[in-house]
């Protein structure tokens, strides 16, 4: 995945987002600006659907940056070199020594 924004480091691992997450996080914006908000909560007004929708697509993104996080951390921690999240995948230069170590 090619990273198209860096956003800067995060406990020395590189940040990055793709433009596909921005599409990604607009589908879900849109998605529940004018479909699943409207239904669950009748009688609002368009900008707070669409409002509603903005944060919760941020908020997604959020929850995949710490999910990220998260991966990298741990392979650090495991002595293992995680340079770079491209938002959406954590990129690992060298893979687990053994498929049980990747389980760990």
């Known amino acids: 995945m090619n990273e198209n924004l860096s ?4 406990a020395g691992i590189h940040v990055g987002l793709n433009w596909s997450l921005l599409v990604v996080a607009g589908l879900i914006a849109w998605s529940l600006a004018t479909g699943l908000l409207p ?3 009748p009688g609002q007004t368009s900008g707070a659907y669409w409002r509603a929708g903005i944060v919760s697509a941020f908020v997604y993104l959020a929850c995949l940056l710490a999910h990220e996080l998260a991966h990298s951390v741990l392979a650090m921690r495991r002595r293992r070199q995680c340079p770079t999240i491209y938002f959406g995948a954590a990129e690992a230069v060298a ?3 053994a498929p049980i170590a990747a389980l760990r």
């Open 39 to 41: 239904a669950a909560s």
């Open 7 to 10: 956003l800067g480091r995060i």
């Open 95 to 97: 893979p687990a020594s």
